[in-house]
């Protein structure tokens, strides 16, 4: 088992400072959101996904940094590609690439797009992540979609990895054939539903990519939020990881601690190694 941090930091200071917990305390993955507001409260800061991760890849020498979740909502795929690129690079080779339909109408307002219907959502992720896929596997031929169109693409330099390290969001039937066709790695969360849904609901879609990918392999990431608690008790965080590795999750990405969960976290974290 994997075990990543998700980090959305008010400050810079706080940036720097989970940074050097996850990787001096051994994460395989420093995290961060892509969200032009948060979605409850206007009040509490958000700062840029990608331009973050621009930081922390180049004051981090270890640990893989990415993008959970890169949202449809704000760009053209064309420069998600290029984004991208810049971030592998800057990172030396440790950038991965979540790619998701967004789901806050906040983002849509803020973005002045309008909500998308659910099959709109589907076919606009669908074409998204074809796009991105195909830039970065190095294929520039003009493209003419149903919602994005591009001429004279190029993209140089070339990506440092490859395939590409790109994850899909998905949930329904329509997103995880797009993950299992073009993602080196599936990510889901519990959003609003009860755990037990939520486990329930998992199962049935990890055997879904199972049948869709056959005999490719596939990173199924957990990003355990929600209902979901790691920090509450080291049981809590045993049981987490016991109960989703056993159905085919192989990394799990968690949320920095609230404060009254911080002697938890340096609990488990003091041998993250004995976990995996």
């Known amino acids: 088992m994997q075990f990543g941090l998700k980090v959305n930091p008010s400050t810079w200071k706080e940036a720097t400072r989970w940074a050097r917990i996850a990787e ?3 994460f395989d993955g420093l995290w961060t959101g892509d969200n032009m507001r948060n979605p409850r409260d206007a009040t509490i800061p958000v ?3 990608p331009t973050l991760i621009s930081a922390w890849a180049a004051t981090t020498t270890r640990i893989r940094v990415g993008l959970l979740i890169a949202n449809i909502v704000f760009r053209h795929p064309t420069v998600l590609a290029k984004q991208a690129v810049t971030l592998d690079h800057i990172s030396a080779g440790r950038f991965d690439l979540g790619i998701g339909s967004g789901l806050w ?3 849509h307002a803020m973005s002045g797009v309008p909500m998308w219907a659910p099959n709109e959502r589907a076919d606009r992720l669908a074409e998204f992540v074809t796009i991105v896929d195909r830039l970065l596997s190095g294929n520039t031929d003009d493209h003419e979609g149903a919602y994005y169109s591009y001429q004279d ?3 140089t330099p070339a990506p440092q990895q490859t395939p590409f390290p790109m ?3 998905a949930n329904a039937p329509k997103a995880l054939a797009v993950a299992a066709e073009h993602a080196e790695g599936w990510v889901t969360f519990p959003g609003a539903a009860s755990e037990e849904d ?6 049935k879609r990890l055997g879904r990519l199972e049948q869709l990918t056959r005999d490719r392999p596939l990173r199924k990431i957990l990003l355990a939020y929600g209902a979901i608690s790691p920090w509450s008790s080291e049981d809590a965080f045993a049981k987490l990881v016991g109960r989703y590795q056993e159905i085919g999750f192989d990394e799990i990405v968690c949320y920095t601690p609230k404060s009254h969960e911080r002697e938890v976290f340096d609990k488990v974290v003091a041998d993250l190694e004995a976990w995996r």
């Open 47 to 49: 700062h840029d996904g």
């Open 167 to 169: 994850i899909v969001a």
């Open 24 to 26: 001096e305390n051994g």
């Open 105 to 107: 109408a906040t983002d």
């Open 153 to 155: 693409a190029a993209i």
């Open 198 to 203: 939520f486990y329930q609901a998992s199962k």
